[in-house]
């Protein structure tokens, strides 16, 4: 039998979801910008452009991660791994990092992600895209990017990162709990969590 404050929650959930909508609606609205063909670089340090990074699609999401060292950007990309048959249907999808290619490739291995990862060291990406800011340093986020017939590249869309966002459902079954997230914060190590992974 639902309660008052059962009740009270499903009016909340109704108002977040309308305000969810509005706000995909705004990010859709967004002014197109046109984007510079970066070259980024791939697992074995080869050269790679933005708009290779497309493959067959014209849409591209792209996810700025921080690094190895940030056990938050490890365990949302961590989700992603899941993730990926799906966003595939609709659009390439790859993680960009400023690690370097040697050191990015044996995290990769390390944490069995399955998407394209690229490093941006040596490039002005991260910056230009809006998430290195000279007060904050490197942000977490996503950018969407679309590629013309004409090969011209556009970013459509970005969203931040942060704990408690709609990119990582952990924040949300934590939400769950009796004494809610009370603190907690994710670990990099599969070891320190009672997980074990292979390469």
Same mark, same amino acid.
């Given at each position: ?53 497309? +493959? ?55 944490? +069995? ?8 060291? +040596? ?77």
């Amino acid at each position: 039998m639902k309660t008052k404050t059962d009740n009270e929650i499903d009016e909340l959930e109704y108002q977040l979801q309308e305000i969810k909508q509005k706000l995909a609606e705004l990010r859709r609205q967004r002014p197109r910008e046109e984007i510079t063909d970066y070259q980024l670089l791939d697992s074995e340090g080869r050269q790679a452009s933005l708009s290779s990074l497309f +493959g067959d699609q014209n849409s591209l999401i792209l996810v700025h991660n921080m690094g190895r060292n940030c056990s938050y950007c490890t365990m949302w990309a961590d989700g992603f791994t899941g993730l990926l048959p799906h966003l595939k249907t609709r659009a390439a999808f790859v993680l960009t990092s400023p690690d370097k290619p040697e050191a990015q490739k044996e995290f990769v291995q390390s944490r +069995g992600w399955n998407f394209p990862v690229y490093s941006t060291a +040596g490039t002005s990406f991260i910056a230009d895209m809006g998430f290195d800011d000279e007060k904050e340093g490197l942000m977490p986020g996503v950018s969407v990017f679309r590629k013309e017939t004409d090969g011209k590249i556009y970013r459509v869309s970005r969203a931040e990162f942060g704990p408690g966002d709609d990119f990582c459902a952990v924040w949300h079954f934590f939400d769950l709990l009796p004494e809610g997230i009370n603190g907690w914060e994710p670990k990099l190590s599969y070891e320190l969590v009672g997980l074990s992974r292979t390469a």
